[in-house]
């Protein structure tokens, strides 16, 4: 009876087990239209509760600021904190459940990645509200979790995170820590890809030289072979600082494989792949008032996330392997204690609950880009400019009128998604 008790709570799974990604469609949609607050509404239609929560707060979080709604976002985000810290402690019951069933029993606790995200993009929300103490005390916050997440050697150094924390110390005028931040910026990008970003390169020269740090300043700019008649022309002034969030990160899709057991037995497991969504430009162009400057790439999340998922991929196909094997063997007892038909039965709820866990933070962008422009005090109409292969504009999006002060950074944002098809 026990087994069979077995093939009953497996067929029973088969009614909760789609995924989260494939309930989104309509959403999606509509980012694509460039309605994230009709997004908003539909989403908010349908609260996902149980094992999918956190990514409906994540998601609601990310559709609220794109809708200008930073205080509200902010406070799903720290419901999204709290409900992580809550799952570290997962039930005994859901462990098992991923043991025999599928991992998507569990609850999702969100990708390392993700979890330092909500640290970054909460404290991008106290920037848009003009809260720069908070959104300094989200920086510390960021690199208590990037140090908590450097105990585990398959985890990589956010180089983002780490950049953007240089631009809120520096917001708040402490250029010290800005360049501690900025050096553990350089290393992380240095780790992940080899194209820094060339903002970073000025950063670190400009503020070693304003710091009076000279071998470092003399160090950098010979391993950058960069003219330096920049730091003169931005001290002083005030500052553009935009941050553009493009598309949307990849989504996870399943794929089945057969692979051999130690004894040479071929079982088959699903995995986790990830599916791009282009992008139909290949570079961005900020123009405030006369002045124009291409944007740099300072997050690849594309990248980030298919770095992440390969870097647990090995534990992963263990896992799979060893819940392979025990369905084989509860299937046999099935059998032997109900009959072919059992047997069969557990075997038909086997296969169809062998899929593989397609969860993720959708609303995350694909890139984010940044520009940093010093200009004079000021107003100032301000665009952005999507450019095609041969450099052509193949759309323009109007930032409105800014206004620049002297001494003081002006932070804005924009987010683009696009057209994009899904198998």
Not at 204 to 218: A, C, K, N, Q, S
Not at 342 to 355: I, M, N, R
Request: aromatic letters at 8%; a negative charge; charged letters at 25%.
């Amino acid at each position: 009876m026990g087994k069979l008790y077995t093939v009953g709570l497996l067929v029973l799974f088969l009614s909760g087990c789609a995924s989260y990604s494939n309930s989104f469609q309509q959403v999606e949609s509509l980012l694509v239209q460039q309605k994230p607050q009709e997004a908003l509404a539909v989403l908010e239609k349908h609260p996902a509760s149980g094992r999918d929560r956190l990514l409906y707060l994540l998601d609601k979080a990310m559709l609220q600021r794109m809708s200008g709604l930073y205080a509200e976002s902010n406070t799903t985000f720290e419901k999204a904190k709290k409900l992580i810290q809550s799952l570290r402690a997962t039930s005994l019951l859901e462990k098992t459940g991923a043991l025999t069933i599928n991992d998507s029993a569990m609850s999702y606790e969100g990708e390392d990645f993700e979890q330092v995200l909500i640290h970054v993009y909460e404290a991008l929300n106290y920037i848009a509200l003009g809260q720069l103490d908070e959104a300094r005390v989200e920086a510390l916050q960021v690199d208590e979790r990037l140090k908590q997440l450097s105990e585990n050697d398959t985890v990589q150094e956010d180089a983002f995170s780490r950049y953007l924390t240089g631009l809120i110390y520096e917001a708040e005028y402490e250029l010290d820590e800005a360049m501690i931040a900025y050096r553990k910026a350089y290393q992380a990008y240095k780790h992940e890809t080899e194209a820094v970003p060339m903002l970073l390169k000025k950063d670190l020269l400009r503020v070693t030289y304003e710091l009076g740090l000279m071998d470092e300043f003399v160090k950098y700019k010979k391993e950058f072979d960069m003219d330096d008649s920049f730091i003169e022309e931005a001290i002083g002034r005030g500052e553009v600082v935009l941050l553009f969030h493009a598309g949307l990160a990849p989504i996870k899709r399943s794929t089945s494989v057969f692979v051999h057991t130690d004894d040479g037995v071929p079982v088959r497991i699903s995995l986790p792949v990830y599916q791009s969504r282009p992008l139909p430009f290949t570079q961005a162009r900020l123009t405030v008032g006369q002045v124009s400057v291409d944007l740099d790439v300072v997050d690849d999340i594309d990248a980030v996330a298919r770095a992440s998922l390969e870097s647990h991929k090995a534990a992963m196909v263990a896992r799979l392997i060893a819940r392979a094997i025990a369905k084989t063997a509860i299937s046999n007892q099935a059998e032997k204690q109900g009959g072919e038909l059992a047997g069969l039965l557990f075997d038909v709820a086997a296969l169809a609950t062998e899929t593989a866990d397609t969860r993720s933070w959708l609303t995350l962008p694909k890139r984010i880009y940044l520009s940093r422009l010093p200009m004079d005090d000021g107003e100032y109409q301000a665009s952005l400019s999507l450019l095609g292969q041969k450099g052509e504009v193949i759309q323009r999006l109007n930032l409105g009128l800014i206004k620049v002060r002297t001494g003081e950074k002006t932070f804005i944002e924009s987010t683009f998604i696009a057209p994009f098809r899904t198998m």
